[in-house]
């Protein structure tokens, strides 16, 4: 009966420790502070970045970046030094090894993603196959 018990204890706690879910979205130093100032803006500290893809745009796929305060099954995790970045399951093979950043300047602002597996990109740079 202790040996059960025991098993039954030692299961419980390699579950505990089991790693979440990760993704390969990487993060900029200026993406991570400016999402931080607008998480701050929010006053909420229940919200996370989502990152998805879906179908749409005029090269047959779209990015989404909005803050969620959902968690779904299947999605992926990644801590920047205190801002969580979530990608759901569907995308994390499209999104493997994007990076996203932010600019503010007179030229360019927002944020951008430079992603490796998109074959080819609209002139708007919102959409992508």
């Known amino acids: 009966m202790s040996t059960q018990t025991s098993e039954a204890t030692t299961t419980s706690a390699?579950?505990?420790?089991?790693?979440?879910?990760?993704?390969?979205?990487?993060?900029?130093?200026?993406?991570?502070?400016?999402?931080?100032?607008?998480?701050?803006?929010e006053g909420r500290v229940d919200l996370r970045l989502r990152v998805a893809v879906q179908?749409?745009?005029?090269?047959?796929?779209?990015?989404?970046l909005y803050f969620d305060e959902r968690t779904l099954d299947g999605d992926a995790v990644r801590d920047y030094d205190g801002v969580e970045v979530?990608?759901?399951?569907?995308?994390?093979?499209?999104l493997d090894g994007a990076t996203i950043d932010f600019a503010d300047t007179i030229e360019k602002q927002g944020f951008t993603i430079d992603?490796?597996?998109a074959g080819s990109s609209c002139a708007c740079g919102d959409s992508f196959s």
């Not at 505990?16 to 803006?41: C, F, M, N, W, Y």
């Not at 179908?55 to 989404?64: K, R, V």
Request: net charge negative; with cysteine.
């Open 14 to 41: 390699e579950t505990a420790a089991a790693p979440a879910k990760t993704h390969g979205v990487e993060l900029s130093t200026p993406a991570i502070e400016k999402v931080r100032s607008l998480l701050d803006q």
């Open 55 to 64: 179908p749409g745009g005029c090269s047959g796929l779209i990015y989404q």
């Open 86 to 94: 979530v990608v759901d399951k569907m995308s994390v093979p499209y």
């Open 115 to 117: 992603n490796p597996n």
